[in-house]
């Protein structure tokens, strides 16, 4: 009879960081790809939010600003929203951030043909398996999308003040901005996680047999 063995939550942890300070740096690739998309996700939202605040000022020369900068207002409008060219790339950005982790994901499963068939000659249970790949999935997602969130809201802040004057700043509203922070880094999140369940779930299923006899 096959011997299972089911290990604790804190050992898959462990596993979990170990394996990303091994592969830190290809850890660090992928996170980056996903920096980026979640810092353009996060820009585009609270350029929106800022000009928001500045639109519910209230004022023509702030309409006549707007305006200028490129979005569709006009007087007695209250909010603004993203218009069809920033949705698009921004799905398009998000695509493929989602791809290349995947791509990055499958690489990472090819590489631990030994280490995964190890563990399940041991005895670990395939959702051992699954879990340690959605760790260290949501480790790198979190820490990605805070950084790219952060990042996206500080860039947009920069440029509003830039663009309306240091005055702009006390009208900011900071919930929506903090919100859209939030968004952005469990969009980004849930993405990493969506991204490595394919490749958690094929680490899983494989044989013990076939991925000890893969020549690395």
Known sequence: MKRLVALPFSKSLEIAYKSIRVRFFRSLITTLSLVLAVSFLCYTQTSNNYA?????????????????????????????????????????????????????????????????????????????????FILEAGFQGLAGAASGAILGAFVAIMSGLFRFGLRSFS??????????????????????????????????RMQPVEAMRVDQ
Do not use: H
């Open 52 to 132: 928001e605040s500045m639109l519910l000022s209230g004022g023509q020369q702030v309409i006549e600003q707007l305006q200028a900068i490129g979005y569709d207002v006009n007087v007695g409008d209250t909010s603004l929203t993203a218009s069809p060219k920033q949705r698009w790339l921004i799905f398009l950005s998000l695509l493929v951030c989602i791809v290349g982790i995947i791509n990055a994901q499958l690489m990472s499963v090819t590489e631990r043909f030994r280490e995964i068939g190890t563990m399940k000659c041991l005895g670990a249970l395939d959702r051992f398996i699954v879990r340690i």
């Open 171 to 204: 009208l900011l509203i900071w919930t929506d901005i903090f919100t859209t922070v939030l968004f952005a880094v469990l969009i980004g999140t849930g993405l990493s996680l969506l991204g490595v369940l394919y490749p958690a779930l094929l680490a899983a």
